[in-house]
């Protein structure tokens, strides 16, 4: 019986793990170190599930919240109509980051939520699904960084949009 066991402790453990990593949708993509600013986009990282959007946005270099002056933004075409309806936007608040959630169209606030540091060179956003109304994994995007000074000092991809969130 204990010949028995130990193969199948294996067995279960090799299922659970690429059980889970296949359920997974995160997709982690890079961009260039090409701008000046510390929060130029390094990682952009996204996440759909049934109940939750999740954003993220790494940087080169560490940053604290209070030094944040180039606001993060999330361009999101969720209608498939190539226009972006969508906007994230994470930029310093009060007490620490905010994600902002807006309609594009008519620049109305759907909704805010405050930020998560994962660590000390990203924002994220926890968002409601529902937030976004009905949308696939195909969302087109970009992200970018806006600074209120100088204009858009980085855009991830360099040229283009991104698909399937």
């Known amino acids: 019986m204990r010949r028995l066991l130990v193969p199948i402790a294996i067995a279960l453990t090799v299922a659970s793990i690429s059980g889970s990593a296949m359920a997974s949708t995160l997709r982690v993509r890079l961009d260039p170190n090409d701008s000046r600013s510390n929060l130029d986009i390094h990682k952009v990282i996204t996440n759909l599930s049934d109940t939750t959007m999740y954003l993220r946005l790494k940087s080169w270099e560490r940053f604290k919240a209070r030094e944040m002056r180039v606001n993060w933004a999330f361009e999101l075409d ?13 930029r310093r608040g009060v007490r620490g980051i905010v994600c902002y959630v807006w309609n594009a169209h008519f620049a109305h606030l759907i909704g805010h939520r405050d930020a998560t540091r994962p660590d000390p060179k990203s924002a994220a956003c926890h968002l409601p699904r529902a937030w976004f109304g009905h949308i696939d994994r195909a969302v087109r995007f970009q992200a970018v960084a806006v600074s209120r000074r100088a204009g858009l000092t980085d855009k991830a991809p360099d040229r283009g949009v991104y698909r399937w969130i």
């Open 78 to 90: 969720t209608l498939g109509t190539r226009d972006f309806d969508r906007e994230v936007v994470i």
